[in-house]
């Protein structure tokens, strides 16, 4: 969290003591438009983020327990789906514990997979190789260099990307860094994928986002 929106465990209590205190909190909740009328009022930003989704998490929780019904009878069934796919994420180490990682996955038959990956174009390069390998081709793969590449970095990546058929790559750079747009557009022509992370924390930046038409 802290990486991501600048919010520590310290931070986040104190800005729930903060936010509890507001005239308009639900103290005596009866109805869910009660939750949805206060987490409307409060700012939506980088520095409230953690805190006024376990707020609403709590209250949610709090109103189900109390009227007997699961948090997600409370929710819009616009983007309901039938099935719930589950997907796995192999971690940053060596060989032995990708393999342990890949073992795992495969006894369970998960098709979707997640890999982080680094600075080290070399390293990458082995883990998704044996990653690939160890999956097969149906496995769709994603990688997560947690926004630390630079244009450089990327672009020598994009062969790799190509050949391994890695089907999505999630915030490779920061968005306002000098050649994203560029890369963002080869791998577009690249028919991969491009997922929006830390760049995606509130509702005004999933709007800018829509907006550049680069994700």
Known sequence: VQFVTGETPQTVIETIKSLVSNEFFPWHLNTVQQVSDFVNILPFDRKTNEATCAIESALLDLLGRYEGKPVIDYFDKTFFTP???????????????????????????????????????????E????????????????????????????????????????KTVEEPMPREA??????????????????????????????????????
């Open 83 to 125: 099935k719930i796919y589950y997907s796995a994420i192999i971690p940053l180490g060596g060989k032995e514990v990708v393999n342990q990682f890949c073992e795992g996955i495969r006894s369970l038959a998960l098709k979707q997979v997640r890999v982080k990956v680094d600075r080290d174009f070399r390293h990458n390069k």
């Open 127 to 166: 883990t998704l190789e044996l990653v690939r390998n160890r999956l097969g081709d149906s496995c769709e793969l994603t990688i997560d260099p947690n926004a630390i590449w630079d244009s450089d970095l990327a672009f020598k990546h994009l062969p790799l990307l190509r050949d391994l058929g890695v």
């Open 178 to 215: 000098e050649g994203f747009e560029d890369f963002a557009k080869a791998l577009r022509d690249s028919n991969i994928q491009l997922m929006a992370c830390e760049s995606a924390i509130t509702f005004d930046d999933v709007k800018k986002i829509v907006s550049e038409k680069l994700y």
